[in-house]
């Protein structure tokens, strides 16, 4: 079975502009959470989405946001890039939300803001 | 209330050794806690979890030990290996409420093996 898969694995982008990442849950999983990855503030969670709709989010301000679509596949958008969205950003995908079932990461894509 | 704290923040063995890396939370609503193994380049892999109806869970060489009126919870990794030299990441979730899908993460724990 293949595994979570993410893309794109790298991109740069400059101040100012805006940013759509993808993930692709493992085949069957419905919950697909994110959490943004970084040396100082290590992995912290920016939202989860189960059945197309955002059950859960983290303390980031309104222009970070996302979506699920009815096939799980989801999307977080960075609207007005700063310096500091410079991260690793991390698709972890569920079977199955609220039964404590392991979640599986991505590789993550590598996002640097110039 | 939502931290979990994590030591040491890196960790030098000889392979053999026995690695201990700690944890520590505050919110008492917190009922699995994970652990995560990251290599350069890649995305956290779960190593083994525990809920705290339990003191202690083994996986092959992993092991949790889980203290509930602490507040905290360890791991060990028996006879470890140079291939074992990764950062490893403790975390905390809330299984069976709302905030699930929510994971809080320890700080990371850098941990090399010498041969």
């Known amino acids: 079975k293949a595994g979570v898969t993410q893309t794109p694995r790298y991109l740069i982008k400059t101040r100012g502009q805006q940013v759509t990442l993808s993930c692709s849950p493992i085949s069957g999983h419905r919950s697909v959470s994110w959490y943004q990855q970084t040396p100082g503030q290590g992995l912290q969670f920016l939202f989860e989405y189960f059945s197309e709709t955002q059950r859960n989010k983290g303390n980031f301000p309104g222009r970070f946001s996302g979506r699920q679509f009815s096939n799980s596949r989801s999307e977080m958008n960075v609207s007005t890039l700063e310096l500091g969205d410079s991260a690793l950003y991390l698709c972890?995908?569920?079977?199955?939300?609220?039964?404590?079932?392991?979640?599986?990461f991505g590789p993550g894509t590598r996002l640097t803001v110039l | 209330q939502q931290q979990v704290k994590q030591s040491p923040q890196s960790l030098i063995v000889q392979k053999g050794g026995i690695p201990i890396i700690n944890c520590a939370y505050e919110?008492?609503?917190?009922?699995?806690f994970p652990w995560y193994q990251q290599f350069p380049g890649k995305g956290p892999a779960l190593l083994i979890a525990?809920?705290?109806?339990?003191s202690e869970k083994k996986e092959g060489r992993f092991t949790i030990s889980f203290n509930k009126s602490a507040k905290q919870f360890s791991l060990h990794i028996m006879d470890s290996q140079p291939g074992d030299s990764a950062t490893y990441f403790c975390a905390a979730g809330n299984a069976g409420g709302t905030s699930y899908g929510k994971l809080t993460f320890g700080q990371g724990t850098i941990l090399t093996v010498h041969p």
């Open positions: 919110n008492t609503a917190f009922d699995y």
């Open positions: 525990i809920r705290p109806d339990v």
């Open positions: 972890a995908s569920s079977r199955d939300r609220g039964r404590g079932d392991t979640q599986y």
